[in-house]
């Protein structure tokens, strides 16, 4: 009797938090974090649930909306915001059969709770985090990752892509997907592992989570904004020739997450998950990851070598997950190379021609030793034997 109340109150206890939650992030009005709590109906379907499952999770979730709208939370009138937000209240429901199971005893589904869980606590803690550490001003090396870009390109990427936006609306429609449904990908890409079995390498889960934190940490070594924030109304039509500006750090509190960028990385993590689900799921992580490179530069949060950082980062994650220290040592130092380098100036010593040598080397160098191919002969998440 007392092991039934326990797991009956820890029901309620479940139900009441996700209800707070929902409240406190305006879950129906933030689509960010809508697709955090969307995703877990991806991690549940993977699971294979019976129908019974799938109507009780599907009823929890309406149940859920409903006591959103009673309690007077805030409704977005976007059309895919709506869409998401349906999705996350979905997932609300799916989280809450799937503690009921861990709650009773089914291993599985304490398993795919705990992948459910981890981009709403990621989201959570990483918001704390970046409060904290942008609270004061920060030299930022903004003019400097511009240079960088410079010695590159005639033409700053931002503009460029800005201009193929205007040319071709169905690509800037499909970058915006990308880097607002960022979050929807990874538990997208972990329930097509657990459906079909191929659950047993690094998990893109713990990955995210673990590249995230890697990131936060880095943001810290060369802190800048990316060029919207940067040059303010300039951007992107009206960007200064990078041999105008002044290249010396100026103070700024404003959010310094620009390099290494978290949103290619993450893109790239989905691309190394799908390497073991087939084509299909490649192609489709390739279109997801081009559009967020897009999007990425397009909307002015970073520059394009934020991009080229995140590769090698991605090599370190991954291979520090499997326990291989040596590429994940050559991964992280790779990238504080590059954070030296950019920061110093020291590329300025170096021709476009060099520069773009170092970039092909990075990314060379991060695919090589995952020894990723067209169709991989050992999947880059595999575990090791």
């Known amino acids: 009797m007392a092991a039934r109340a326990y797991k009956t109150i820890g029901c309620l206890a479940v139900i009441f938090s996700l209800v707070l939650l929902a409240g406190i992030w305006h879950l ?28 009780a999770a599907s009823t929890a979730g309406v149940g859920y909306a409903a006591i ?36 009773w005893g089914a291993a599985q589904a304490a398993g795919a709770l705990r992948d459910a869980l981890v ?27 511009y240079a960088f870009d410079g010695t590159l390109l005639r033409i700053a990427p931002g503009e460029t892509i800005n201009a193929l936006y205007r040319s071709f609306p169905w690509i800037a429609s499909g970058a915006s997907f990308a880097y607002s449904g960022l979050l929807l990908f990874p538990p997208l890409y972990r329930g ?19 590249a995230g934190v890697a990131g936060f940490i880095l943001y810290q070594v060369c802190p800048a904004e990316g060029p919207r924030y940067a040059f303010g109304a300039a951007f992107p039509d009206h960007l200064p020739d990078w041999r105008t500006v002044s290249l010396a750090p ?49 909307t002015g949060e970073h520059y394009l070598v934020d991009l080229v950082v995140s590769a090698p980062l991605v090599l370190a994650v991954t291979a520090g997950l499997r326990r291989d220290i040596l590429r994940c040592t050559i991964g992280l130092t ?46 880059p998440l595999s575990a090791p034997e």
Not at 77 to 103: C, E, H, K, N, Y
Not at 275 to 291: N, R
Not at 360 to 366: K, N, Q, S, V, Y
């Open 192 to 210: 097509w592992a657990l459906y079909r079995g191929r659950s047993k390498g690094v998990n893109i889960m713990h990955a995210f989570a673990i």
């Open 250 to 298: 100026y103070l700024n509190a404003g959010v310094h997450n620009a390099i290494p960028s978290m949103h290619m990385a993450w893109a790239f993590l989905v691309l190394w998950s799908a390497m073991e689900l087939g084509p299909f799921a490649i192609a489709a992580a390739g279109t997801f990851a081009g559009f967020t490179a897009l999007a990425t530069i397009g």
């Open 119 to 145: 981009l709403p606590a990621f989201s959570f803690i990483a918001g704390l985090g970046m409060d904290w550490a942008n609270g004061s001003a920060l030299p930022t090396y903004d003019h400097l990752l």
């Open 28 to 55: 129906a009005s933030n689509s960010m974090i809508a697709c955090g709590f969307f995703g877990a109906c991806f991690i549940f379907c993977g699971t294979r649930p019976c129908g019974k499952l799938l109507g």
């Open 68 to 103: 959103y709208w009673l309690l007077r939370g805030p409704f977005d009138r976007d059309p895919m915001v709506a869409v998401l937000s349906a999705g996350a209240f979905l997932g609300l429901g799916t989280i809450t059969v799937m503690a009921w199971q861990a709650l």
């Open 334 to 379: 790779i990238v504080l190379g590059w954070l030296i380098y950019l920061r110093s100036g020291a590329f300025l010593l170096c021709s476009g021609a060099t520069n773009w040598m170092l970039i092909a080397a990075t990314l060379g160098t991060a695919v090589a030793a995952e020894r990723v191919a067209l169709w991989p002969l050992r999947s």
